[in-house]
């Protein structure tokens, strides 16, 4: 997606654009309500559920919450990184023989290798911390559907401040691990 | 002949070919010129297949390729800054060309010898694009060009980011590939240099037309207006 949108011009693209942007600057709980809705009130959530899907206080509401909470920030990465990427050097690879694909494959991935794992490591941090989408979708309800915030929240609404803190010291850890291998890896290339 | 250009016109917006012609015969050295911004790279590119015509036609080797994926054209390009890929040492950047159409690999390296020796740049074929010099990179982007044996060699400028001494040197390097792998070109440039010792024929641009096509000594002896005459004249 961050691809297409870096490469292809095309009527409305700063629209979808915006649109892409838009969960990063809205008030998150805003936008997690609405998340909630869908998945509940609509016909949409009806009729997932009706196929077996339940996502509102599920684990699986908790992947739901951390991937619209994550995905504007990957599609936003992966955007500038296509974007940096000068488009020569596909046309290069395609005027010696390579179709669209692999010339794609062959040169543009290799050459936006840092992006792709910032990306990556950005997208993973994000859901890690992901934690108004989380509570309101999944609930955060004791060892059901529990992640790093949330037992984080739930022990400072408990007042155990020792297990508070220990979670919110596995999350710093956690993110400053993610920032070294990415500073690792871009630092080798 | 191998390359006809007919009445080619290009939409960009802002910027038009206005019904471009040209011809090339087998084993041509056509040298572009014109001012800055008169269109020389829009043509090249869109022989190449990178923008699509609203009118006229290519034609090459009689094949109408007007509409042909840039891919299925073979026609290689040649760019003042090389675009060398970076992920891959000189000699994978000179076969990636080659290993697409060839899969015995021992004739892959062979043709990449060969290439390379004329251009010499054999003791290089190990080493990464960006630890070479400017006229290095260039050699093995030619190289990368030439060894797919492209039915015509488009280059924009190959020279021009380069020092007087090492143009000559590339000149005559350019001179004799292009007659060993018997290949036909355009060449765009600024240096009227490259129109003395290695054109043939000569295609003088203008506000995305061409005003004259003539050997050389036509077009320095005798002008068609006093737009060429200046041209030609000044710099
Ligand atoms: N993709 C594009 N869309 C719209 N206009 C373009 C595009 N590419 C180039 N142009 C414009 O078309 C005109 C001709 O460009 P072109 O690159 O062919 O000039 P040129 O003759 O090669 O000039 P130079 O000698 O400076 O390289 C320029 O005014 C340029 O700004
Ligand atoms: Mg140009």
């Known amino acids: ?189 | 002949m191998i390359l006809e250009i007919e009445n080619l016109c290009v939409d960009l917006g802002e910027f038009k070919l206005n019904g471009v012609s040209l011809k090339a015969d087998r084993g041509d050295y056509i040298v572009i010129i014109g001012p800055t911004g008169s269109g020389k790279s829009i043509v090249l590119e869109t022989v190449a297949g990178f923008y699509k015509p609203i009118r006229g036609k290519i034609r090459l080797e009689g094949r109408d390729i007007t509409f042909l994926p840039i891919e299925k054209r073979n026609v290689s390009i040649v760019y003042q800054d090389r675009a060398l890929f970076p992920h891959m040492s000189v000699f994978e950047n000179i076969a990636y060309g080659l290993k697409k159409k060839e899969r015995n690999s021992s004739i892959v390296r062979e043709e990449v010898r060969k290439i390379a020796k004329i251009l010499g740049i054999s003791h290089l074929l190990h080493r990464k694009p960006d630890t070479l010099s400017g006229g290095e990179q260039q050699r093995v982007a030619i190289a990368r060009a030439l060894v797919v044996k492209p039915k015509l060699l488009l280059m924009d400028e190959p020279f021009s980011a380069l020092d007087v001494k090492t143009r000559e040197n590339l000149r005559k390097l350019v001179k004799k590939a292009v007659k060993k792998y018997d290949t036909t070109v355009l060449h765009v440039t600024h240096d009227f240099e490259d129109v003395f010792s290695l054109a043939n024929e000569v295609a003088v641009m203008k506000d995305g037309e061409i005003v004259q096509t003539g050997r050389p000594e036509e077009i320095f002896s005798r002008p068609l207006n006093d737009f060429v005459a200046d041209f030609v004249d000044g710099d």
């Open chain 1, 1 to 189: 997606m961050g691809y297409a949108m870096a490469r292809f011009h095309f009527p409305g693209k700063s629209v979808i654009k915006s649109l892409m942007d838009l969960p990063i600057a809205f008030p998150e709980l805003v936008l997690r309500l609405c998340l909630l809705l869908l998945f509940g009130q609509t016909p949409v959530g009806k009729a997932m559920e009706e196929a077996g899907i339940r996502v509102v206080f599920t684990k699986l509401g908790i992947v739901v919450a951390q991937i619209f909470t994550a995905l504007p920030y990957a599609a936003r990465i992966l955007y500038s990184t296509f974007e940096s990427v000068n488009p020569r050097y596909e046309l290069v690879s395609r005027s010696l023989g390579y179709g669209e694909f692999e010339s794609f494959k062959n040169v543009t991935i290799p050459l936006a290798r840092n992006g792709l794992f910032a990306s990556t490591v950005i997208t993973f941090a994000r859901s890690m911390g992901a934690f108004g989408a989380v509570l309101i979708l999944a609930g955060g309800s004791y060892m059901n559907t529990e992640t790093l915030p949330i037992t984080l929240y739930l022990n400072i609404s408990y007042g155990n401040i020792g297990m508070a803190i220990t979670s919110g010291i596995v999350l710093v850890v956690l993110a400053f691990l993610a920032i070294l291998v990415f500073e690792k890896v871009e630092g080798g290339l």
